[in-house]
């Protein structure tokens, strides 16, 4: 079955950062969409980043754009989120996600295997 599993959270300060990593199996990863969300305590879902299947294309939120960066490695199955300056409101449970979908898409709805998440916590 397909398996999403990410790392690379923490505890930093503001200004500071972090790479997160999703290693991916039970798919054709060089096949598929992913996509980066993250969730707030009290707040829903909310899109980052998603990157197409060969890394050519990019798509950020408005929030991240400029601080954050995705990339992937189709030959270690593996997609990452550099996150650079970040600010406490980035706090947050990370979740990376495999598309149904063929383009790069914000919606979560069209995103079909889940990762279980790390946390991201940025104190001042």
């Known amino acids: 079955q397909v398996q999403l599993v990410e790392s690379g959270g923490g505890l930093v300060q503001a200004g500071g950062s972090l790479r997160l990593s999703c290693a991916a199996s039970?798919?054709?990863?060089?096949?598929?969409?992913m996509g980066w969300f993250r969730q707030a305590p009290g707040k829903e879902r909310e899109f980052v980043a998603g990157i197409s299947q060969r890394g050519f294309l990019t798509q950020y939120s408005d929030a991240v754009k400029g601080r954050f960066t995705i990339s992937r490695d189709n030959a270690e199955n593996t997609v990452y989120l550099q996150l650079n300056s970040l600010k406490p409101e980035d706090t947050a449970v990370y979740s990376c996600?495999?598309?149904?979908?063929?383009?790069?898409?914000?919606?979560?709805?069209?995103?079909?295997?889940w990762g279980q998440g790390t946390q991201v916590s940025v104190s001042l």
């Open positions: 996600a495999a598309a149904a979908a063929l383009v790069v898409t914000s919606s979560p709805d069209n995103y079909r295997f």
């Open positions: 039970g798919l054709t990863f060089s096949s598929v969409v």
